[in-house]
């Protein structure tokens, strides 16, 4: 089986469309049929079902999909690093990041490696934390940057804690408690708190806190993203319990004030993972120091 036929697998497994993998992959209609039949062929098994004029994948399919685009991956990452080795004015540094690392986080640290890297090209994928693993296990990113809260296999993958980040309590300028230096979990009891949908990492870990201090927070509203959350506080919606370091421009601005609660801290790390499998690109190696230097 060669990587032609590997790439056209993907590429129909994409979008599922005769025609449209043709355009993508700059050849005809029948050439894709007969890749495909020949991988079936060579499998023993169907890979698409055919029904009516509309291509789903095959349980078999699906299960071979994501070997496919591992060695696919693995290929264009072996070719990158071995360009690189003798020439670090080339090559990509692919990195898969949670929301409120590559939003918040990340940037100043890639300005800096861009800096002197002038020449790497940067892609950084910034999705949920389960479609990260999908992209890490399949070799489509060198590592991912996420909160230490997310359950990985620890048996697969190596995690390292660079970064320790503290969720505060932020309140709207005009609400009762911003007048306050500090409050208590009681405080809260009347108040809709506003957090990310029960399945995020931050949500069970805040709810997991919650419980320890003995204390049920009686309305919620749900946003699944940050920004629409620190909107949601602004607007008076409600209050929230988020990153100390995504607030900073609402805090200057006096779009947003943050409450100390009495006695407790909310402390998460910021980790990077790889497969411990993972050869590392120049590229890479060249980034992960300035994650181990982090000061904010």
Do not use: W
Not at 166 to 187: F, G
Not at 226 to 248: M, T
Not at 257 to 284: D, E
Request: glycine fraction near 4%; charge should be neutral.
């Amino acid at each position: 089986m060669n990587v032609n036929k590997l790439q056209t697998f993907i590429t129909l497994s994409e979008c599922l469309n005769f025609t449209e993998a043709a355009e993508q992959l700059y050849c005809s209609q029948p050439s894709v049929s007969m890749q495909i039949q020949s991988m079936e062929e060579e499998l023993g098994v169907p890979l698409f079902d055919r029904i009516g004029k509309k291509l789903y994948l095959t349980k078999q399919g699906e299960h071979f999909k994501p070997y496919a685009e591992q060695i696919i991956n693995l290929l264009y990452s072996a070719k990158d690093h071995i360009r690189q080795l003798e020439d670090l004015s080339f090559g990509t540094l692919s990195i898969g990041a949670s929301n409120f690392v590559g939003v918040y986080l990340l940037p100043r640290m890639l300005r800096e490696y861009s800096i002197k890297f002038p020449n790497i090209k940067i892609n950084m994928n910034i999705t949920s934390s389960n479609h990260l693993i999908h992209m890490l296990d399949s070799n489509k990113v060198d590592f991912l940057i996420l909160s230490d809260r997310v359950r990985i296999d620890e048996t697969r993958y190596q995690r390292t804690t660079f970064y320790q980040d503290e969720l505060v309590l932020i309140v709207n300028p005009s609400h009762k408690l911003a007048q306050k230096q500090d409050c208590s979990l009681e405080d809260l009891v009347n108040e809709t708190l506003i957090l990310k949908p029960d399945k995020s990492a931050t949500r069970i870990y805040l709810e997991d806190q919650f419980k320890e201090h003995g204390f049920t927070p009686p309305k919620y509203m749900e946003i699944s993203n940050l920004e629409g959350i620190k909107q949601g506080v602004i607007h008076n919606l409600g209050v929230s319990i988020v990153s100390n370091f995504a607030i900073q421009q609402e805090i200057n601005h006096g779009l947003l004030v943050k409450v100390p609660i009495q006695g407790i801290k909310f402390l998460r790390g910021i980790s990077y993972v790889y497969h411990r499998n993972k050869h590392f690109s120049p590229a890479a190696k060249q980034f992960i120091p300035l994650l181990d230097q982090t000061v904010l």
